[in-house]
């Protein structure tokens, strides 16, 4: 073999074909993990539930065979107490995630972790225990949102400005997070503690009070 001729495997046309062959195949493997995705991150999958699931109530729980929390659709329990068709929850769940970009919340909050760091991860704000009980969360959110700077948790820190949204932006907000947060996400965010989803124990009667006999005269 003489020294100008080149080996197979060294040959410039070899390696032409060879990143054509890896070009494609890799082009076949994107699209195929694209469609897939998309299938996966869809409403009304598995992982992310339809958007009527703002009807009924969310909690997230540890779960022992996935060794994170995991969101747990409950009973019925509606937002703003009106059981929405699937059309009108997507509607208002549409109309709370334009709010929040319409608000540039993400130039400040994370939302499933993309964004800024400088105020809290709204993934599961929702059921954030700093709403104090489930009974009045819904209103505090709504308040929160138009107005946050005379509220409580909103006085030390990083505080969150007056952003001009509505009353009709903020019901759709709460009714956008409320559907975020039963989102599968894979347990995160990490060791997140949420807000007690226990029904209020009902009133019990007291006990009747026995009269005393009355004496025989």
């Not at 598995?46 to 009973?75: L, M």
Request: with cysteine.
């Amino acid at each position: 073999m003489s020294q100008t001729q080149t080996l197979w495997w060294a040959s410039e046309s070899f390696w032409k074909k060879m990143a054509i062959w890896i070009t494609a195949a890799s082009a076949v493997v994107l699209i195929f993990l694209t469609f897939d995705t998309v299938a996966k991150i869809t409403a009304g999958g598995k992982r992310v539930p339809a958007y009527s699931v703002i009807n009924h109530r969310i909690d997230y729980v540890f779960d022992e065979k996935r060794n994170h929390q995991v969101p747990v659709i409950g009973p019925v329990e509606p937002l703003f107490g009106k059981v929405l068709s699937e059309a009108e929850a997507k509607d208002l769940v549409s109309k709370g995630k334009l709010t929040t970009q319409a608000k540039n919340c993400m130039n400040c909050h994370t939302l499933l972790g993309n964004g800024a760091y400088f105020a809290p991860d709204l993934t599961k704000s929702w059921l954030d225990p700093a709403w104090g009980s489930k009974e009045v969360r819904e209103q505090l959110m709504v308040d929160f949102l138009m107005d946050p700077s005379d509220k409580l948790h909103n006085a030390l820190g990083r505080r969150m400005p007056k952003l001009g949204i509505t009353e009709e932006e903020a019901r759709a907000t709460v009714a956008f997070l409320k559907w975020m947060s039963a989102i599968d996400t894979n347990g995160f965010p990490a060791n997140f503690k949420p807000i007690d989803q226990a029904d209020a124990a009902p009133e019990t009667a007291p006990p009747p009070v026995e009269s005393a006999p009355v004496p025989a005269l």
